[in-house]
Antibody, heavy 121, light 115 residues
Framework: EVQLVESGGGLVQPGGSLRLSCAASGFTFSNYAMNWVRQAPGKGLEWVSYISSSGTMIYYADSVKGRFTISRDSAKNSLFLHMNSLRVEDTAVFYC??????????????WGQGTLVTVSS | QAVLTQPASLSASPGASASLTCTLRSGINVGTYRIYWYQQKPGSPPQYLLRYRSDSDKQQGSGVPSRFSGSKDASANTGILLISGLQSEDEADYYCMIWHSSAWVFGGGTKLTVL
């Protein structure tokens, strides 16, 4: 069974930093791309970042470019999101979501339960 | 203008069919995109339903009933999620998504009410 478990959320002041983690199990992590997607309270889904299975291709939403950094550790079956210069508008539930199998069509299928990040003074 | 536009809400009766639309911005041709659909219930993460590009390029999510299906209306530049035989448990938010300009883009979501 595919499982994605996020951690690291919490309350942080504007301008602060936070690192989110996602522990993956139930599939061969190193063969899959991964994504971070967020959802502000009462709002829709917003894609944040993508990292390919090899880690060589990385993309960011314009809203986080230059402030957030995605990374992965396939030896630990883990995905990370380093967030700097946090703003009030970054307040959201952050989801880790599995991307496509290497060599197959792009996709986003399984999602974790999410971790809440609150940016407030 | 948003890349993907979804109606904010839709109501339908149990047992009926509902067509949820996802309109692509002018200049972005629906024919060239795979459209992905997700269902989200309150307090839960999104669940992958299906992706649709054409009848020869489509995928149903694992365990997703066949009464959920995808299609396109090229004349309206729109992707469609059709839910037949509506059940009360289909009441949820539905999001469409495409890969566009090296980014995943979501529609604003449609709240489906079954009453």
């Amino acid at each position: 069974e595919v499982q994605l478990v996020e951690s690291g959320g919490g309350l942080v002041q504007p301008g602060g930093s936070l690192r989110l983690s996602c522990a993956a199990s139930g599939f061969t992590f190193s063969n899959y791309a991964m994504n971070w997607v967020r959802q502000a309270p009462g709002k829709g889904l917003e894609w944040v970042s993508y990292i390919s299975s090899s880690g060589t291709m990385i993309y960011y939403a314009d809203s986080v470019k230059g402030r957030f950094t995605i990374s992965r550790d396939s030896a630990k079956n883990s995905l990370f999101l380093h967030m700097n210069s946090l703003r009030v508008e970054d307040t959201a539930v952050f989801y880790c979501a599995r991307g496509e199998l290497r060599g197959v069509a792009l996709s986003v299928d399984y999602w974790g339960q999410g971790t809440l990040v609150t940016v407030s003074s | 203008q948003a890349v993907l536009t979804q109606p904010a809400s839709l109501s339908a009766s149990p047992g009926a069919s509902a067509s949820l639309t996802c309109t692509l911005r002018s200049g972005i041709n629906v024919g060239t995109y795979r459209i992905y659909w997700y269902q989200q219930k309150p307090g839960s993460p999104p669940q992958y339903l299906l992706r649709y590009r054409s009848d020869s390029d489509k995928q149903q999510g694992s365990g997703v009933p066949s009464r959920f299906s995808g299609s396109k209306d090229a004349s309206a530049n729109t992707g469609i999620l059709l839910i037949s035989g509506l059940q009360s448990e289909d009441e949820a938010d539905y999001y469409c998504m495409i890969w566009h300009s090296s980014a995943w883009v979501f529609g604003g979501g449609t709240k489906l009410t079954v009453l």
